[in-house]
């Protein structure tokens, strides 16, 4: 897929507005390997999103990550990713049209900020198997923090992390990203997404008339893509997921060997 300069990123408001007519998207967006533009988006299906039936819900899959796969200590890789470039923390740091979720300690000497979409399925491996290493071994012990930012490329990543932000405190919304990357193959291609979807909905003990009202929040919709406008014309984030680690920018998908060394790079020394 190649950039189509001549869309504005808002394009993604009009067609994610959709969501709340009946539309969404049956294929899932490219992630970082194929570079994938933010203006770059697929063509809507006729998924109902805002008006879920309880019929027949989506099978979802086997649940959370496996918690055996978490590591207590992770080896750095012996060369650290080359950056691809960097961004002023300040401005990375600045408030945004959503309070961002830290998971970790939030005075912990390493930033770590990830732009992500829910349906890019690098995002969802890097969850799975990166993800809960680098938590046991830094954002559990204090040394380093993750904030999840919204970079949604399509109406369905839309309405997941609109999901997410309605689930309740930080504490669920993290809950709820990490379920959805985890059964991400139970509703981002689905069929009918939305059944899908309200399936892991009430796993979390919410009702279908709060499921509904979330999806038809515009103010919320228009929030989340003003942190992905900023994100792409601020920090030329153009593919997911992108790190930024102490402000230092990794576009892809990173082994748990690899952020190691970007986070003990990015240490501060004694």
Not at 114 to 143: Q, R, V, W
Request: charged content about 20%; hydrophobic content about 45%.
């Amino acid at each position: 897929m190649t950039n189509a300069s001549s869309r504005s990123t808002s394009t993604l408001a009009k067609r994610a507005a959709l969501l709340m007519t009946g539309a969404g998207l049956l294929a899932m967006t490219a992630c970082s390997d194929e570079k994938t533009s933010a203006n770059a988006l697929v063509q809507p299906d006729s998924v109902l999103i805002a008006q879920a039936d309880t019929g027949n819900a989506a099978p979802a899959s086997d649940g959370a990550a496996d918690a055996s796969k978490s590591e207590t200590t992770i080896t750095p890789a012996s060369e650290v990713p080359e950056a691809d470039g960097s961004v002023d923390v300040k401005d990375l740091m600045a408030e945004e049209a959503l309070p961002d979720v830290v998971i970790g300690d939030p005075n912990a000497p390493v930033t770590i900020v990830e732009y992500a979409s829910m349906t890019c399925s690098h995002c969802a491996n890097f969850h799975e198997t990166t993800y809960p290493a680098i938590k046991k071994a830094y954002l559990d012990t204090g040394k380093a923090k993750l904030i999840i930012r919204e970079f949604p490329f399509d109406p369905r990543a839309l309405a997941a992390f609109m999901l997410a932000r309605c689930a309740g405190d930080d504490a669920k919304r993290t809950a709820m990203v990490d379920v959805l990357f985890d059964q991400q193959r139970a509703w981002a291609g689905a069929e009918n997404a939305s059944e899908a979807l309200l399936k892991i909905w009430r796993m979390a003990g919410l009702s279908q008339d709060e499921f509904v009202a979330c999806l038809n929040n515009r103010e919320l919709q228009e929030k989340i893509v003003a942190v992905q406008q900023r994100a792409q014309n601020t920090f030329g984030v153009s593919a997911t997921p992108t790190f930024f680690v102490n402000g230092k920018k990794y576009s892809g998908e990173m082994s748990a060997p690899q952020m190691a060394a970007v986070i003990e790079a990015a240490t501060p020394s004694n």
